[in-house]
Structure formats: structure tokens, C-alpha cells
């Protein structure tokens, strides 16, 4: 397991991690993360359009709907609280990133009007 020092504490990091941020003059904030090597491998080497977020901040339960012969299909299901203003027509490109324990896979729509 991947460990690092913050504040002088011994960190095991699972997933991922905020070391420390600070918040520029201009409003935005600058964050020093960690996370395990095979994760950062995910970003294939993209430093731009990153976004940060964490499992713990949703609020909203889902369901994975299946389909088909012997339940062979698998449709993620988004919440109607979750629906408007979305492009549902248009390509979407998705993504999985592992962890250990978990597979987060992100969906990536436009929205109307754009």
C-alpha cells in the first residue's frame, strides 16, 4: 500500500488524497493530491480538463437496469433529478477507473444548447 507523511502522520492512501490547497489571488485553488500510481497511469497522460471529485459526495442512489437474455445487457440509469438540460441524443464517451475495491465509470454529455 502507497504511503506518504502529511504533517508529519503516516497517510495509507486507498484511492486518492488532498494533501494540502491553497487558494490563489485570483480565485482559483491550487491542490497537491496523491494517488496510487496505477490510478494516475488512468489519466494516459492528460494534464488538462481534470476534474476532482469524491465517491462520498453523491447523494443521489441509481440502478443498473438489465436487459435482455439472461439479463445480458446492462443500462446505468440516471436519476431524474439528474436528466434536465442533458443531450441524451448525442455521443457520449465513458470511461472506468479501477481502484482496489471499486470500478468508477464516468460519463462524459453534452449538455443542451452546446
Known sequence: MPENYLNNQLVHILMGAILSSRIK???????????????????????QNVHI???????IESKISQRGKREATKYFLIPKELRES??????????????????????????LGF
Open 25 to 47: 489571488d485570483d480565485g482559483k485553488v491550487i491542490f497537491e493530491i496523491a494517488v496510487d500510481y496505477e490510478e494516475s497511469m488512468q489519466l494516459k497522460g492528460n494534464m
Open 86 to 111: 442533458l443531450n441524451l441524443s448525442a455521443k457520449t464517451s465513458c470511461q472506468r477507473l479501477d481502484t482496489k475495491t471499486k470500478a468508477v465509470f464516468i460519463y462524459v454529455v453534452d449538455k
Open 53 to 59: 471529485f469524491s465517491e462520498s459526495a453523491g447523494s
